[in-house]
């Protein structure tokens, strides 16, 4: 039988099995199922050469017992309502995990930002503001940059919300640039997550991150960072693929003459004294450390058996399909689930908002210190948990995210 690579399937099937081992209410399995709210738009923009182009949209909220909801905006030429349902039920998760007081939401545009200019991007950015934000709010849903959007279109996106009401609304939206209120350690706070997830997971398989090597699937905003952080924590960057291609080379890579030779030539690939591989042998690298950082299945069931890393840890949305997960677990593969692993991004996003609201900002320090304590206590509340009731991580990650976020819609009296 084939499998099911439909994203919000795989959400679905995923909270299916922590419900199962919960012995979670029917009522309350089948309302976590599905997303609250989801709004579809249309966006009319003029371009540069005078035509006016309709993108289409989405805004979904899956849940927000916890808190408003929380979730990014991807700007892709293949987003579809599916990718958007199963990354706001996996936000969701994600922040119940990471225990901040959000639910999860997100968004997406159908767009190729590489065909576009600035000018025309503006424009699809403030043209979605117009269409959702009654929809959005500092204390309602709060959006944050994703896959193909950034600072910038944070900052535009600030800007068009804060005209239509009237005055100045920082805490609107998270990740913008720091002078329009981002939050100190925001564009590495992904990685840096990742990081902290990998040094507990480390400490507690014994493998020592001075000379531990590391493979990483994805060399963008994401990938580039950890191979920084990882690099500074001891650690051997042995291969890294982009969305052409990648390269490897056993005594190790530098990560920043590998960013260098990319930015210069738009791919790794071509990288002095290095070998060529793919997207798939990089998944197949003997190695401690395997990151996928790109997009959602990579790791299938179809090449689940060939990996060879000891710890695979998730920075991608979604990286492992559930067949996958079956495979690594039974041969020993430790797993670190996307949702907690990249929850760094989210929860530096929090520390943004909070900053917002109170109008009083924290140095790069603070909020490291402030990252690293809710990664560390989000790690171990998954480990112990799967020790327990002897699952694997991500089953182990879902019941304490569903837990929580059950707990919330009882109280409230929703079920």
Request: charged share 25%; proline share 4%.
């Amino acid at each position: 039988m084939t499998e099911q690579l439909n994203p919000f399937k795989i959400a679905q099937a995923q909270l299916d099995k922590a419900a199962e081992k919960l012995n979670l209410d029917s009522q309350m399995h089948a309302f976590l199922r599905e997303p609250m709210r989801e709004l579809s738009v249309s966006i009319p923009v003029k371009m540069d050469d005078g035509s006016t182009k309709t993108f289409k949209g989405f805004r979904i909220q899956y849940n927000d017992a916890r808190g408003p909801t929380k979730g990014g905006i991807r700007f892709h030429p293949q987003e579809t309502i599916d990718t958007v349902r199963a990354l706001s039920a996996w936000m969701t998760w994600k922040c119940a995990v990471a225990d901040i007081p959000f639910g999860g939401s997100k968004g997406g545009i159908i767009c190729d930002t590489k065909q576009m200019s600035q000018g025309e991007i503006e424009r699809l950015s403030r043209g979605y503001i117009d269409q959702i934000w009654s929809f959005i709010g500092p204390e309602k849903d709060i959006p944050a940059p994703d896959v193909y959007t950034n600072p910038q279109i944070m900052a535009w996106m600030m800007d068009e919300y804060s005209k239509i009401r009237g005055h100045n609304v920082p805490g609107i939206i998270t990740g913008k640039p720091i002078p329009l209120g981002g939050s100190l350690g925001r564009g590495d706070a992904t990685a840096m997550g990742v990081v902290y997830t990998i040094r507990e997971a480390a400490k507690v398989l014994g493998i020592d991150l001075k000379g531990a090597t590391v493979a990483i699937q994805g060399y963008g905003n994401a990938g580039y960072h950890l191979a920084r952080l990882l690099t500074n924590q001891g650690c051997k960057i042995i291969a890294v693929t982009d969305s052409k291609g990648g390269i490897s080379r056993e005594d190790g890579l530098d990560w920043k003459a590998t960013k260098e030779h990319k930015d210069r030539t738009g791919s790794v690939i071509g990288y002095p004294g290095t070998k060529q591989l793919t997207n798939e042998e990089c998944l197949a690298v003997k190695c401690d450390f395997l990151v996928p950082a790109a997009l959602e299945n990579q790791i299938t069931g179809k090449n689940a058996s060939n990996i060879k890393a000891k710890i695979v840890a998730e920075a991608a949305n979604g990286p492992v399909t559930p067949e996958a997960d079956e495979i690594l677990y039974k041969r020993g593969v430790f797993q670190i689930p996307d949702f907690l692993c990249n929850a760094g991004g989210v929860t530096v996003s929090y520390f943004e908002w909070v900053q917002n609201i109170y109008g009083y900002y924290w140095s790069e320090e603070e909020v490291y210190e402030r990252l690293d304590k809710k990664m560390t206590k989000a790690f171990y509340d998954v480990y112990e948990m799967a020790k327990k009731e002897d699952v694997d991580n991500r089953t182990a990650a879902y019941m304490v995210a569903v837990n929580r976020v059950a707990e919330a819609v009882k109280l409230r009296g929703w079920i």
